[in-house]
């Protein structure tokens, strides 16, 4: 060795093997120059290779005892530190040099490690004695440093090592046989590594420790500038790819990392690579040596949005790939205050859009940002033989998946309460209107993510430069890769659900076919698929798998402007566009009940509706939306109806705003006298205000052959705890509590556990529990309810509370359970006015009632009544002469109180 050696100063790029480093020199206005420098007069063991498949017989061997530990050693030590270094000869046949490698302990060198020496010393290289002169200090100081290295058994001279080589031989899998179930057994956790080699800015080779996989790794969510093979088969470098690969070879080559396999792409793996200092994909980014890349980015699992925020940032600041970058033109603004909004989901379109009712009732269309809906596969359509006709597409139903999707929203979302985000607005482009493209979230869930994790939508790929997409792109992407690792929905490998779906509507054939099975159920499960007007509408039959146009039985309800022929449009009905958006608001998308009557000549079906117990003819009519019709008098809904009508006609609600009661019939006109037409009734329940029920005493037997046949078959098939689930406005049998017989019963309200029931052929009510209800078979609905409700005519209540129960605890003990007369006086609304009589002795009960003192006789004008209150009149001034009950302080009607006090004094 020369006495006085020159020293050159470089970075240590990699270390090849024990006794060989690469070495960058100082860079001057280029890439640094590179030089491989090999440790003279030693050999280390040589490393592993793998066999080359471009090569002819090219074999893989295996690491020579030690060759590793040496490696490592040196990398160690050297890796990325500025070194000192002497170059002693060069090979002419090699670009290689050899010499010796110095670290410095100071920052003026004068203190440093002779690598050579330290290698020997460790017993992890051999001497190359015969190159060796015996009068060179530094030789001699190698000679001892290996004997000694020999005695203390250090390194390969370790007998254990001799002897047993293969045990600290490392087990290399060069190949992956199943790169997918490779990466999922890891879980995304985190795995020490070392890279080996980095092929360019986002492609690394690495082994995996302890296992020493050899595996390559594809940064997820980036993409470097590449390296490209041209026609001549030269590589040719994109705009900064030499500068991307040397910032990652600077940071990564041959350093420990933590890698995250996340995804695979072909044979490579998808990963992040996590250096000390951060996320290798997120500096370059930062760096302005990469772009994000949709991808793979739904695979990244160490923050996404970090990536996309140091891409955003190079844009911002125009660096190095970004230099010429300018933002795409947007679409149409979106102001301040229409950005974010709440609302009440009313209807899901298809599989990717719903419609909003906001808080001061506007109704918004929201497309659900960045997702596709599934979609009809072009090869399918094209083998589809054509019909005969013009062809009917029902997307919801022929779509592989439409119908799930759609399913999905409809039952998380309809009737719900959702938060929604404005992402952008979709121009209008070839021939699609303007779309408003949306985050919407219920519960903190977005409801596109859920969609697309079920594999029922997809997420929409745009260009490098189109910054129009959902606030949560990303995760969206991440959601879309679950949903292919596992394989459902849209990614499945199955065969895609069949819906056959008959469509009856206005098919009157098939109407006339489908009519008696559908009349046979007592309640139809269906989906209200479609709203035409207040009183029309388009259910489906999921168990019945059927279409049909559905028309709300026993009212009369204004239509809507609706298209006419010839293009034209055929005005509406006042409050006709109301009534729809009453009926859409309360059943579109939603579960419904419905009772098939019959049919009519169009093939539509005609029957009753009910939305979560609510018969939906009693809710339009309640809120003057509709009148009662006369085919409503056969149902057992009528009187309630009726009294429904008076009351919104009372309020003058809608249809009923400018309705004025009929002119009062003239005098001359009236009937001069009062008509009597008696008919024999039992009273079966009274109620308040001297309200009652009566049964008409010719029905009897034929209620009573009811009642027996009901308990007969109550007794044969008695009823299963749990097995009927009562709704609102249902027919049932129910259990009376006092004598535990089964009567016909109606569900009036459900509270809980608590069910309200009117016993319908005795007036009565009682409050139970499911368990004594039971189902009631159709045929013991044929007869018509048997107690109607009356009011006791031409008498007034006191005010007072107590004389009030006086008098209704003495109407009680004079008419319960008796057989009487009774004659219809006059209506009031929906309600009759009635006279009771004894059919004996032809007594008057409301007469009786009006001489003990118990109710006053009511003020009428009518001729007709002159006679029959003249007696009542007379009646009410005895009792009032003889001081009884209400009248024993005097008349308290009069404004003059003295009397009262008077009477107060003296009694």
Known sequence: MSATPVFHKGTVKSVLSGDAVVIRGQPKGGPPPERTLCFSNVTA?????????????????????????????????????????????????????????????????????N?????????????????????????????????????????????????NPENIIRDIKWTIENPRQFVDSFHQKPIDAVIEHVRDGCTVRAFLLPDFHYVTIMLSGIK??????????????????????????????????????????????????????????????????????DWSMGVVTQGAENLRAAEKSAKDRKVRIWKDYSPATSGPSISIKDKTFQGKVVECVNGDALVVKTADGQFKKCFLSSIKPPRAAAAAEAETPAK??????????????????????????????????????????????????????????????????????TVIRYRQDDDQRSSKYDILLG???????????????????????????????????????????????????????????????PKETCLITFLISGIECPRGARPGPAGST???????????????????????????????????????????????????????????????????????????????????????????????????????????????????????DLKFHAQTVENGPRLEKLMEDLRIDMETNPPLPGAYTPKKGDMCAARFSEDQQWYRARVEKIEGSKIHVLFVDYGNREVTDATQLSQLASNFTLLSPQAQEFQLAFVQLPTDEEAKLDAQDAF????????????????????????????????????????????????????????????????????????????????????????????FYTG
Not at 70 to 90: D, H, N, Q, S
Request: contains cysteine; neutral net charge.
């Open 45 to 113: 063991p040589r490393l592993a290779r793998r066999a080359n498949p471009n090569v002819d017989n090219s074999v893989e061997t295996k690491d020579e005892a030690c060759a590793w530990q040496a490696r490592e050693f040196l990398r160690k030590l050297l890796i990325g530190k500025e070194v000192l270094f002497t170059v002693e000869y060069k090979t002419p046949a090699a670009s290689r040099e050899y010499g010796c490698v110095f670290l410095p302990k100071d920052p003026t060198g004068e203190t440093k490690e």
């Open 115 to 163: 690598m050579t020496e330290l290698l020997v010393a460790e017993g992890l290289v051999e001497l190359r004695r015969m190159g060796l002169r015996t009068e060179d200090e530094n030789a001699q100081r190698l000679i001892q440093l290996e004997e000694a290295a020999k005695a203390a058994g250090k390194g390969k001279w370790n007998p254990e090592v001799i002897t």
């Open 224 to 293: 470097c500038p590449m390296f490209k093979t041209n026609d001549a088969g030269k590589q040719e470098a994109e705009p900064f790819a030499e500068e991307a690969k040397f910032f990652t070879e600077c940071r990564l080559l041959q350093r420990e990392v933590k890698i995250v396999m996340e995804g695979v792409s072909n044979q490579n793996i998808l990963g992040s690579v996590l250096h000390p200092n951060g996320n290798i994909a997120e500096l370059l980014l930062r760096e302005g040596f990469a772009r994000c890349v």
């Open 388 to 457: 005969p006709g013009p062809r009917i597409t029902r997307p919801l139903y022929d779509i592989p998946y439409m119908y799930e999707a759609r399913e999905f929203l409809r039952k998380k979302l309809i009737g719900k309460k959702v938060n929604v985000e404005v992402d952008y607005i979709q121009p209008p482009n070839q021939g699609f209107a303007e779309k408003t493209c949306c985050s919407v979230t219920i519960g903190g869930i977005n409801i596109a993510e859920a969609l697309i994790s079920k594999g029922l939508a």
């Open 479 to 541: 959601a879309e890769e679950r949903a292919k690792k596992k394989g459902v929905g849209l990614h499945s490998k199955k065969e895609a659900p069949i819906h056959r779906v008959a469509d009856v509507s206005g098919d009157v054939m098939k109407a006339k076919q489908f009519l008696p099975f559908l009349m046979k159920a007592e309640r139809l499960e269906a989906v209200c698929e479609f709203v035409a007007s207040g009183s029309r509408v388009r259910v489906f039959l």
């Open 570 to 688: 055929v005005p509406g009905e006042p409050f006709g566009e109301e009534a729809m958006m009453f009926t859409k608001e309360m059943c579109m998308q939603r579960e419904v009940d419905i009772k098939v009557e019959t049919t009519d000549k169009g093939g539509n079906f005609i029957g009753w509706l009910f939305v979560e117990g609510v018969n939906l003819s009693l809710a339009l009519v309640e809120k003057g939306l509709a009148k009662v019709h006369f085919t409503a008098e056969r149902s057992p809904y009528y009187n309630e109806m009726l009294k429904a009508e008076a009351t919104a006609k009372e309020n003058k609600l809608n249809i009923w705003a400018d309705f004025e009661e009929p002119v009062v019939v003239k005098e001359a006109d009236e009937p001069q006298e009062r008509q009597v037409t008696y008919r024999k009734v039992v009273v079966t329940d009274v109620g308040a």
């Open 812 to 903: 009680y003990h004079d008419v319960l359970n008796r057989q009487l007369l009774l004659n219809v006086e006059h209506r009031i609304g929906g309600g009759e006015s009635v006279s009771l009589c004894d059919p004996d002795s032809n007594d008057d009960v409301a007469k009786a009632l009006i001489s003990a003192g118990f109710v006053m006789c009511e003020q009428r004008r009518e001729k007709r009544f002159s006679k029959v209150l003249s007696e009542y009149h007379k009646a009410q001034e005895a009792a009032k002469n003889n001081r009884v009950n209400i009248w024993r302080y005097g008349d308290f009607r009069e404004d003059d109180a003295k009397e009262f006090a008077c009477a």
